[in-house]
């Protein structure tokens, strides 16, 4: 009976944050932000230059997702499922990292991910007019 009424309560709670879980403006090419949109709702307008940094901070991980370089020596964050299967791969029989944890306290400390590349978008290009210039119809 309790699991009954534990199930709606939570039915209930989801229901209400809904609302809440919306998107602000969608997805967007880093080439084409939405820039009256930000000035109209957050007064901000981003330069070229914030543009370009925010741009070249955004990495997309080898083995699938993404992350974001957020410190001038290329420090990573991304999600946990992002870097679980690296974590599982520097894990020993005698130290579950994936359980306990890991910190390193200086650059030597740091583990290696020997088979892991992030990729950075470093330009973006449109290339519809030459592609369709080689479409033969």
Same mark, same amino acid.
């Given at each position: 009976m309790k699991a009954v009424v534990l199930r709606r309560l939570v039915l209930v709670a989801m229901l209400f944050a809904a609302p809440l879980? %919306?998107?602000?403006?969608?997805?967007?090419?880093?080439?084409?932000p939405p820039l009256e949109h930000l000035k109209k709702t957050y007064n901000f307008v981003p330069d070229s230059a914030w543009?370009?940094?925010?741009?070249? &901070?955004?990495?997309?991980? &080898?083995?699938?997702?993404s992350g974001s370089i957020v410190s001038p020596d290329g420090l990573v964050m991304t999600n946990h499922h992002v870097g679980s299967d690296n974590i599982e791969k520097l894990s020993t029989p005698d130290r579950n990292l994936i359980k306990e944890g890991f910190l390193a306290r200086s650059r030597a400390e740091e583990l290696k991910c020997e088979d892991?590349? %992030? %990729?950075?978008?470093?330009?973006i290009e449109d290339v519809t007019d030459r592609v369709n210039a080689d479409v033969k119809p």
């Open positions: 879980a %919306l998107a602000d403006e969608g997805m967007w090419l880093l080439n084409r543009l370009e940094h925010f741009q070249k &901070s955004c990495v997309r991980f &080898s083995t699938g997702g892991l590349e %992030l %990729l950075v978008l470093c330009t």
